[in-house]
């Protein structure tokens, strides 16, 4: 009896520091994934931060794309204005630098790297909110095709469909550009025309643009230029009011990290 007595206790006290021993193992593994999911947190906020500063440098520069648009609908609205008046391309000493500045683009970039790299890291999966990360993904193949579409836009009917023409009869070298295009550039950096003093010059551009097959190409080519811009600009405030409800949502979930 004593020994069963002896081995009923020991029995129990192996139990128990079997217990406990499983017990310390639960709490170190708990313990482990907390640090682990705070670490993931932590990265979270890293890149909330970072996407958050990537979107507002993108509604900066999509500002910058919708101005310059408006220049380009602007000036083309008011060629075509002058056209009608003037039954052609006559009185154009205010005109041809607005013309002038049909022969520019500006180029579209995609200024949210930390999405790309999160993408392409498959570090997406850390944003906790599902709906902001379906949102971001949206967003990055969005983004992507409209950077592809008005790049190749920009090389294929801008380039090489209408500039020329613009530079070849628009009386670049005589007027150069308007001065609201002149400061646009100057806002990013040092620009200015070189302008030829000839007014034989000015004499032969007027009658070179008025013969009949060259009135109808430019005239045509202004109002094409006129579209594209329309058509631009709409894709860039499309993506610009996306990129405010992305940014709106990002703000909200930093918020929430702080509590």
């Given at each position: ?217 430019l005239i045509n080519k202004v109002a094409y230029r006129n579209t594209l811009s329309t058509l631009q600009k709409s894709g860039n405030e499309s993506l610009r009011l996306k990129s405010e409800q992305i940014l709106n949502m990002i703000k909200k979930e930093i918020e929430l990290h702080k509590k």
């Open positions: 009896m004593l020994t069963e007595n002896k081995f009923s206790k020991y029995l129990i006290y192996a139990i128990g520091e079997i217990i406990l021993v499983v017990i310390g193992i639960l709490i170190a593994l708990q313990i482990n994934n907390w640090n682990e999911n705070q670490k993931l947190r932590n990265q979270e906020i890293i890149y909330l931060n970072n996407l958050r500063d990537d979107l507002n440098t993108q509604i900066n520069m999509l500002d910058v794309y919708i101005d310059y648009e408006n220049i380009i609908i602007d000036h083309s609205n008011d060629i075509i204005e002058h056209y009608e008046l003037n039954k052609g391309f006559n009185n154009m000493d205010s005109i041809f630098p607005k013309l002038n500045d049909l022969s520019t683009r500006w180029t579209f970039s995609n200024a949210n790297t930390t999405l790309s790299q999160m993408l392409n890291s498959n570090q997406i999966n850390i944003i906790q909110n599902i709906k902001l990360k379906e949102e971001l993904i949206a967003f990055n193949q969005q983004i992507e095709l409209f950077t592809k579409n008005t790049n190749i836009n920009n090389t294929n009917l801008i380039d090489n469909l209408t500039t020329q023409t613009f530079i070849d009869i628009g009386g670049f070298a005589s007027y150069g550009n308007s001065d609201k295009m002149v400061q646009k550039f100057n806002d990013f950096y040092p620009f200015q025309n070189k302008i030829i003093n000839d007014n034989e010059l000015k004499n032969i551009i007027i009658q070179v643009i008025n013969e009949p097959i060259n009135k109808l190409e």
